[in-house]
């Protein structure tokens, strides 16, 4: 049976499938056939250093695109790039097989890109101490599909100089089901505190 509004209003003279109503629309959230709608998977927060935050329970079976937010991050008093990993069917890629590019802008109008083919990580964005606290957010794609690639596009603030502004992506060029990720804080040396993550899934368009 299509789901929508049904024509009984008294301008109504066609059928719209295409409306929900209040009605329609609990039940198909309720069933998490809602498409665009959100569900918080796993939420970590940590006021004292800690030098990675691992998700292991992604619900890669279900989703086949997640939103990871963070704010208030900050760092332990080092200049430090902020990472992403992931875990292939729960073991850690740590080989320099990742590949990303960023462009960053600053506060003062300069621009500037950097990018890799070869890298051990996914670099996401920079900061320093806590007088320059960032926030930002992931869309990453087919993390559990084992015949795609793995990808992630971002946007974050941050910096260390100056204040700084990140766009770009990053890509797992191995079609394996990825079932969890790591944040790093400089490479997993330089320690992040006084943040929360937020991990969701994303409800796609669901059709009848």
Known sequence: MPYGYLGT????TVKNTGVLSVTEAAELQSQGKLGGSLELIQEQSHSSDVAIVDFTSIKENVYDVHLLQFNSLSTDGTSSNIR???YE???????SVYQFARQIGETSGSFSENRSTAAAEIEISNYKGSIRTGSGYIYLYNLGNSSKYSFC??????GHSTDQIFFGGGVLP???????????GGAGTVDMTDFTFKLYGVKQIWVT
Do not use: D, K, M, W
Not at 9 to 12: I, V
Not at 174 to 182: D, E, L
């Open 153 to 158: 596009t971002f946007q974050t603030f941050g």
């Open 174 to 184: 191995q079609a394996s089901a990825v079932n969890g990720i790591r944040i790093l």
């Open 84 to 86: 992403l990993q992931f």
């Open 89 to 95: 069917s729960g073991v850690l890629e740590t080989a």
């Open 9 to 12: 209003q008294p301008n109504q």
